[in-house]
Structure formats: structure tokens, C-alpha cells
């Protein structure tokens, strides 16, 4: 996953070399221990490792996590995408952080020619709050509350 260029395309911008990759997961995200880290995405029909999702520490600007807050994270492999896998993940993190960690807030940033990814999180209920405009990359910066997200539920599952 790490090696494709279309996985890597709006998280990074260019692949990761193998030795790259295991570094970074060595590294960085060992660090963040508990409930809220990046979770292997296993396809139960085939026991397969199929991406990694999950919602990990939102970090403020000088580096701390913000109490209450989470990320959200979802990487699926080429292979498997759009087959609503990213958002079977999303909704699944999304319940576990407002409903077993009590969080109050979830937050994710998005590439804006991502536009896969926006549908996800759209899906999932996030609202656009700011839009961040870089010289290379640009970003729009979703969010779901926890207000929100039980409104949002009670709408989704009437809807069904
Ligand atoms: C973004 C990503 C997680 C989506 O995963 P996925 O499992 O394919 O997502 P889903 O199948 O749940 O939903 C994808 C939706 O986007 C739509 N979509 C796909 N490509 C699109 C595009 N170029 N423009 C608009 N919509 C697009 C699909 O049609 C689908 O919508 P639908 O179910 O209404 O048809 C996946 O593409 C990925 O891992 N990309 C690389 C890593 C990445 O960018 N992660 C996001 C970081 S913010």
C-alpha cells in the first residue's frame, strides 16, 4: 500500500519505499499508544490485511493531544476501494470514539482533490468547518461533534 502511488497520491504526495514505510511505523505511530491508534483492516471473508483506519490523537500546534479529540484515519488498498469498506470503518470508528471513549469531538483533514475521501466523510455525517489553502497542497478540515453525530445517527438509521 505504502509503494502504490494512487494510495499515496493525497497522503504524502509520493510512495514509500518499503524501508521508508516499516520506519514510520516503527516509529511515529508506535508512539501513540491506547484505544485511539491506526487499526489493521482485516477483510473477514478472506482473513485479509486490507488497509489500516482508525482515530488517533488530535494533536494541537505545539504537539499535545487534544483532550476529547480524536483523528480520523482510513487507508484501504487499491484493490478494494469502493466497495464501502472506508466507510464501514469510518462509521465503526466514529460510534467507538463518541460511544465507548466519550470523546466530544472528531476531526479529520482531506487533500481537496481527495474527493473519494470527502465522500466518505460526508457520508459519515463530518461538516466542512475551515478550508486551508497551502502553496502545494491544500486542505479541508472536517468535523463531527458529538451533538451532531447523535442527531446524525437517529437520521441515518430511521433512513433504513
Ligand atoms: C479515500 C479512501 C479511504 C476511500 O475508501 P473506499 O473504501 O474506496 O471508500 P468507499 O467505498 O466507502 O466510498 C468511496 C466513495 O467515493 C466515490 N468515489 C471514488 N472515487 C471518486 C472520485 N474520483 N470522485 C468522486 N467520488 C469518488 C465512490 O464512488 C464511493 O461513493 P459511492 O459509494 O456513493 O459510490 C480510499 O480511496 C483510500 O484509501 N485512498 C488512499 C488513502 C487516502 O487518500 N485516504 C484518505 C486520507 S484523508
Same mark, same amino acid.
Given at each position: 500500500?505504502?509503494?502504490?502511488s494512487?494510495?499515496?497520491?493525497y497522503v ?7 524501508e ?6 516503527? #516509529?511515529t505511530?508506535?508512539a &501513540?499508544?491506547g484505544?485511539l491508534?491506526?487499526? !489493521?483492516?482485516?477483510? +473477514?471473508?478472506?482473513? %485479509?490485511?486490507?488497509?489500516?483506519c ?9 504537539g499535545?493531544?487534544?483532550s ?12 478494494y476501494?469502493n466497495?464501502g ?5 469510518g ?9 465507548k471513549? #466519550?470523546?466530544?469531538?472528531? &476531526?479529520?483533514a482531506?487533500?481537496?482533490?481527495n !474527493?473519494a475521501?470527502? +465522500?466518505?466523510?460526508? %457520508? ?6 475551515y478550508?486551508e ?15 451532531r ?7 441515518e438509521?430511521?433512513?433504513?
Amino acid at each position: 500500500m505504502e509503494m502504490d502511488s494512487d494510495v499515496r497520491r493525497y497522503v504524502g504526495g509520493r510512495p514509500r519505499t518499503r524501508e521508508e514505510a516499516e520506519k514510520r511505523f516503527n #516509529g511515529t505511530l508506535q508512539a &501513540v499508544k491506547g484505544n485511539l491508534n491506526m487499526w !489493521a483492516t482485516i477483510l +473477514k471473508s478472506g482473513v %485479509r490485511y486490507i488497509g489500516r483506519c482508525g482515530i488517533y490523537p488530535h494533536f494541537n500546534n505545539d504537539g499535545n493531544p487534544i483532550s476529547g479529540e480524536a483523528s480520523l484515519g482510513l487507508y484501504i488498498a487499491k484493490e478494494y476501494w469502493n466497495k464501502g469498506f472506508a466507510t464501514e470503518a469510518g462509521r465503526a470508528f466514529i460510534a467507538f470514539g463518541f460511544l465507548k471513549l #466519550g470523546l466530544h469531538r472528531i &476531526v479529520t483533514a482531506i487533500d481537496t482533490r481527495n !474527493a473519494a475521501s470527502v +465522500k466518505v466523510v460526508e %457520508r459519515l455525517g463530518m461538516e466542512l468547518t475551515y478550508t486551508e489553502t497551502g502553496e502545494s497542497r491544500s486542505f479541508f478540515h472536517y468535523a463531527i461533534n458529538r451533538d451532531r453525530y447523535y442527531e446524525f445517527s437517529k437520521v441515518e438509521k430511521s433512513a433504513f
